[in-house]
């Protein structure tokens, strides 16, 4: 998965890590969720799209916009399950696989931020006052089920800057999405496509 800005690597975090975190300045910065959308039905196989929009609507600029996402906090991967089964060797499993070179902001065809060395945690820099960034994540279901897919808004990656609703609660929503492993209807068309829907009924 190819994401840019990507910090994988632990070495290059313990390196760096404790300089940032003294130059992340300490404060509430208030922000407003101006979008967040994510179908709650979906199929298996199909893709859809994750959509976060937040507006720094304070009066400094945010340091480091962050947006935390996850099913299950134990899980490696945003859009992973843990499944509590010894036996295997690998206990996270995707419910979503994340498309090549997303997030991207809106309307744009190259990543935007991308992946850090903190769980499950997408970073998208500096926000300005009065300025809003909109996210897209393109996801394709890849398990059967209902999920809660959760998200949580920061203002830096070190516990420092917060971000703030206008109630002094932590951004954060939650999107209960059911995917189903129930084949499409599909028929083939006049002009020999496959296509999604039943076949219109013969006759005037």
């Keep these: 998965m190819a994401l840019a800005v990507a910090v994988t690597s632990t070495a290059l975090a313990a390196c760096g890590g404790s300089r940032q975190n003294e130059d992340e300045p300490e404060g509430k910065f208030p922000v407003e969720v101006t979008t967040a959308k994510f179908p709650n039905r979906q199929r298996l196989g199909a893709t ?3 959509k ?17 996402i996850f099913i299950d906090e134990g899980a490696d991967g945003s859009f992973s399950i843990r499944l509590d ?7 996270d499993r995707p419910v979503w696989i994340l498309e090549n070179g997303f997030p991207r902001l809106k309307g744009k065809k190259t990543p935007a931020g991308g992946e850090t060395a903190q769980t499950n945690t997408f970073a998208f820099g500096a926000l300005p006052p009065d300025q809003e960034k909109k996210v897209v994540w393109r996801l394709t279901a890849v398990r059967g089920g209902t999920y809660q897919l959760n998200y949580r808004i920061s203002a830096g990656l070190f516990g420092k800057a917060q971000a703030v609703t206008d109630e002094e609660t932590i951004p954060s929503g939650t999107f209960v999405v059911t995917i189903s492993t129930k084949p499409p209807d599909t028929r083939v068309n006049e002009k020999g496509e496959v296509v999604t829907g039943k076949a219109r009924p013969l006759g005037p």
Aim: aromatic share 0%.
């Design 48 to 50: 859809e799209e994750l």
């Design 52 to 68: 976060l929009a937040v507006k720094n609507v304070g009066d400094q600029t945010i340091p480091n916009l962050a947006i935390n």
């Design 85 to 91: 089964q010894p036996d295997l060797a690998k206990p």
